[in-house]
């Protein structure tokens, strides 16, 4: 993110010439006891991961926003509406953003259709009992960085009950230069590329998670210090069908939980590291 003087009176929003104020979050000021928090093959899930509740957050309709929907703050926001055009969070590396998608569709005419290029965390909340639909197309100019409908420079947390669609025309689904966590929620992802790419590492404690994808299913690509390329699967269910791998992990991988039904290409289940599967959990 470019230099600029951090006031407390800055822009938290800028929605197409429309000026938004939001309050600042900051992920240091959480709170979290060792009580607070779950690991799963040395991730850290967290309370905050897990938070659900949308009562205090800044609500957009993106319907007014025009062509791009600016966040350039920490905090949390409650987005709902349509459109044709991106959100993009661009905040400084110590603020986590939280977005709640509350029946959103945005259908994207260059690049992704949501990209945090620069945040501490993106913590996605599928509002209970929403549809919320996400697209891109293949013009990715200018946005060679970021290839993925769902992008996410810092880690990328999904929960909520809601239902999220990712349709990819161009590569991944949905990638975090980080890791992906996968709390809950009802996801369908049709990608170009990879489905659901974590580089550091994807976890899955629950939900329902469908793929259909020209590459891998799930794949993670950094392996240099452990945890690091670990996939941790522990609960729900994921449908696969790729035209590579249906799991690719640069590291470990283990399967502790839930349901896998992978359909490949290529192997249904590949890991540089160890496998560690329970009986049952694949089929």
């Not at 025009?66 to 969070?89: A, C, D, N």
């Not at 670990?230 to 399967?255: K, M």
Request: aromatic share 4%; glycine share 12%.
């Amino acid at each position: 993110m470019s230099a600029r003087v951090r006031e407390k009176s800055m822009i938290a929003i800028l929605c197409a010439g429309m000026l938004l104020c939001a309050c600042a979050g900051s992920p240091s000021d959480s709170g979290e006891t060792a009580a607070d928090q779950e690991e799963y093959a040395g991730f850290v899930i967290t309370r905050q991961d897990q938070q659900t509740d949308a009562a205090e957050a800044e609500e957009i309709d993106l319907g007014t926003c025009g062509e791009r929907l600016m966040i350039t703050e920490g905090g949390e926001y409650l987005l709902h509406g349509s459109m044709e055009g991106q959100v993009i969070i661009d905040t400084y590396e110590d603020e986590l953003v939280h977005l709640y998608l509350s029946g959103v569709e945005i259908d994207s005419l260059q690049g992704p259709a949501i990209s945090a290029v620069s945040a501490s965390k993106l913590i996605v909340t599928l509002v209970s009992d929403t549809e919320n639909i996400l697209s891109d197309t293949p013009d990715y100019e200018g946005y060679e960085d970021t290839e993925s409908c769902l992008y996410s420079a810092a880690d990328l947390t999904i929960n909520g009950d809601g239902a999220l669609s990712v349709y990819s025309y161009h590569e991944d689904g949905i990638r975090s230069k980080d890791r992906v966590k996968i709390i809950d929620g009802k996801i369908a992802v049709q990608a170009k590329g990879d489905g659901i790419r974590g580089n550091d590492g994807i976890v899955m404690k629950a939900g329902t998670v469908q793929i259909q994808s020209e590459a891998n299913g799930l794949r993670t690509v950094n392996h240099s210090v452990n945890p690091r390329g670990c996939v941790e699967i522990s609960g729900g269910s994921i449908q696969i069908t790729s035209g590579r791998n249906g799991i690719s992990a640069a590291s470990d991988l283990h399967i502790r939980g839930g349901r896998c039904s992978v359909y490949s290409v290529e192997e249904a289940i590949w890991a540089e590291g160890t496998k560690y599967i329970d009986e049952g959990c694949v089929e």
